[in-house]
């Protein structure tokens, strides 16, 4: 099946690979993952929020334009392997769209503007008892507890913690906000462990909490998706390019035919990944009842797939392909990093199957 983006569509995404091109070559960008403790560029997200990208998943009247933009943005970032917190506050936004109060709205506008970052804080060491346990509580205005693997969480002007009692919006600077930040493959991701005991307000009671968050971490999936398409679709350019330029035995060595074969079959996991990133933005905005098992089936596809295509392409550099002087190794580990979270390949497989074992087809 041949899929093509609408003339909207198709003219964002065009224009943000414009954009990238201009503002966020990856030979600026490494520079601002290796240097700056931000790990990506705030002037572009600014700018980026001048132009309304954040706000993509929301409503064609609080001006998004669904899944498909969505999808097609996040492959324009991957190509050029964008650092930054891009997909979480785009999630942060549209979880804050369907909370109440004016706080959230007000925290929602000005995420939505680029002009402050606001994360999702989920994630808590694993309780034996209840490994699906959510320990942190808010009660008599306060939050208590501790969140691992924020993304950008030391970085962040406010978070949106999970809690039992529902979803609280914690602002920081602040007493109580201890961060700590943690080990990570990609030098361009920011995690933090985050300590709570700090003043904050519920914006989203219990039941209303857990239908944004299941809403947010689907579509976080699918914007990993998307990134991980973009990640090796410009890792197999680069391979086809350095291929093309260097030469063994007087010919380039993307003559040799093992390596074609090989260019031949990272080809094949790119478009297998882009038909079924596309498939589930389409299903988010055309299928619903689908939507959640084409997500799963297409992050439980994409993670392997870049995993692969990228590794190959540093295969495909020899012996310079490691080094840090060559760009390989950056999509690798963001490609690395994104299989594992914005819900990991093993557990999109076990969505998937449990899925199609329940309904078939």
């Known amino acids: 099946m041949q899929f093509d983006l609408d003339e909207d569509r198709e003219l964002l995404r065009q224009s943000t690979r414009e954009l990238l091109q201009k503002e966020a070559p990856l030979a600026e960008t490494r520079a601002v993952m290796e240097e700056t403790p931000e790990g990506y560029a ?13 706000s993509l998943l929301l409503s064609e009247a609080e001006g998004g334009m669904g899944a498909l933009a969505f999808a097609a943005t996040l492959a324009e970032m991957g190509r050029v392997a964008l650092p930054g917190p891009f997909l979480d506050l785009c999630l942060a936004v549209r979880v804050l769209a369907g909370c109440q109060g004016d706080v959230a709205a007000r925290w929602r506008d000005r ?7 606001v994360v999702l804080a ?31 969480g030391a970085q962040a002007d406010a978070l949106l913690v ?4 529902g979803l609280a919006l914690v602002v920081r600077p602040g007493e109580g906000w201890h961060a700590t930040a943690l ?22 009671q219990s039941s209303r909490a857990t239908e944004l968050l299941a809403d947010a971490e689907r579509l976080g999936s699918l914007g990993a998706a998307a990134l991980l398409l973009g990640l090796m679709e410009r890792s197999l350019e680069l391979a086809v390019e350095y291929t093309g330029e260097r030469e063994a035995f007087g010919v380039p060595i993307g003559s040799f035919q093992a390596l074609q074969h090989r260019c031949a079959d990272m080809l094949l996991q790119v478009e297998s990944t882009r038909s079924v990133v596309f498939r589930a933005a389409w299903a988010e905005e055309a299928d619903p009842a689908e ?4 997500v799963s089936v297409a992050k439980a596809w994409a993670g392997p797939a870049a995993r692969e295509v990228c590794g190959q392409t540093i295969q495909l550099f020899g012996g310079v392909g490691f080094t840090w002087e060559y760009d390989p ?13 914005y819900g990991s390949t093993r557990s999109a497989e076990l969505a ?3 899925r199609h074992a329940r309904f078939g087809g």
């Open 162 to 165: 999970e809690t039992r009692d």
């Open 111 to 117: 995420a939505a503007a680029g002009e402050a970052l």
């Open 183 to 204: 080990p990570t493959l990609d030098h361009a991701q920011r995690f933090a462990e985050i300590a709570l005991d700090t003043p904050a307000g519920l914006v989203a």
């Open 42 to 54: 705030k002037g572009l997200f600014a700018q980026l929020g001048e132009l309304g990208y954040p």
């Open 329 to 341: 190794h950056i999509f690798l580990k963001r490609a690395k990093t994104l299989e594992t979270f």
């Open 122 to 152: 989920r994630s808590e060491d694993a309780n034996e008892a209840d490994p699906g346990a959510v320990e942190a509580r808010c009660s008599d205005g306060c939050v208590k507890g501790t969140k691992t693997f924020v993304p950008f």
């Open 291 to 294: 939507a959640a098992y084409l």
């Open 352 to 354: 998937a199957f449990d």
